[in-house]
């Protein structure tokens, strides 16, 4: 059962399991800490996993506007700092990633690792931006109904959508529970956030980019250009798997994970 941290007039639902080096995992768009869930089972004779859900997901109290990247990093800190942890390596999946980026450039101290999954460095297009303005607006007239059928097809792999029904319908009931106005506002927040490619010459934290082989939203091209551009960044690609390896692959996810945590100096 998920904790309840107060924070900012509002609480953040978290949790934490396993034993080991501290490990914080941010969440993807638009689902909360719990698509965590079978990673963190694998990984728990290995590591220590912090997660928590973004303000309006999963339990945690509304952001009241935009959901900014550099907010749930500055929550992510704000957690760290109630369990007294100095220091943690931190993965963050497609948004969770984004935030993970904005941790390392506002809180470069608190990094030990930092593990980059199915993300990219780069800004929004015009036109990606466009898109989700007109998704957000869709949200807030109809629900998340217009998020399930934009976004499910491109988020899952072709082999999970042709063998694997149940992880499809997982995905489907995540989505379908999530507040329509957290969703909206979270629209908002990635199509804000900053351009972070020259951040990564700039990490000097052992880091990890990993990506799905069949990943139609951030592609296996945009992942090898991150591990290009951080210093002795390890790159892994799973296949048969998309967008969502917490939830296509979770334990080829957590094998990667303990590996690179297990080689950090």
Not at 55 to 63: D, E, L
Not at 112 to 131: H, I, N
Not at 246 to 258: D, M, Q, V
């Amino acid at each position: 059962m998920s904790r309840r941290f107060a924070r900012g007039g509002g609480a953040l639902a978290w949790d934490v399991s396993g034993e080991g080096p501290d490990l914080l995992l941010l969440h993807a768009f638009p689902f909360d800490h719990g698509m965590w869930d079978e990673v963190a089972e694998a990984l728990a004779p290995h590591a220590r996993c912090v997660r928590f859900s973004a303000r309006g997901f999963g339990g945690s109290s509304p952001a009241g506007a935009l959901l900014s990247m550099e907010g749930i990093a500055a929550d992510a800190v704000a957690l760290l700092d109630h369990l007294g942890i100095s220091r943690a390596a931190v993965c963050g999946l497609s948004m969770g990633g984004y935030a993970a980026l904005a941790m390392a450039r506002a809180h470069p101290t608190r990094l030990s690792g930092l593990a980059l999954v199915d993300t990219r460095a780069e800004a929004d297009t015009p036109d990606s931006r466009a898109g989700r303005a007109a998704l957000a607006a869709a949200v807030r007239a109809q629900g998340v109904g217009p998020v399930v059928e934009a976004m499910l097809p491109r988020l899952l792999g072709a082999t999970t959508q042709r063998e694997r029904p149940q992880v499809v319908s997982k995905v489907r009931a995540a989505i379908e529970a999530a507040a329509p106005g957290a969703v909206a506002d979270a629209l908002a927040g990635l199509a804000a956030r900053a351009d972070q490619t020259g951040l990564l010459r700039e990490i000097r934290v052992p880091a990890l980019c990993v990506v799905g082989a069949e990943d139609a939203l951030t592609p296996p091209a945009d992942a090898q250009r991150m591990a290009a551009a951080i210093p002795g960044a390890k790159l892994v690609t799973l296949p048969a798997c998309g967008h969502l390896p917490s939830f296509e692959a979770p334990a080829a996810l957590a094998a990667a994970l303990r590996q690179w945590l297990a080689a950090r100096p």
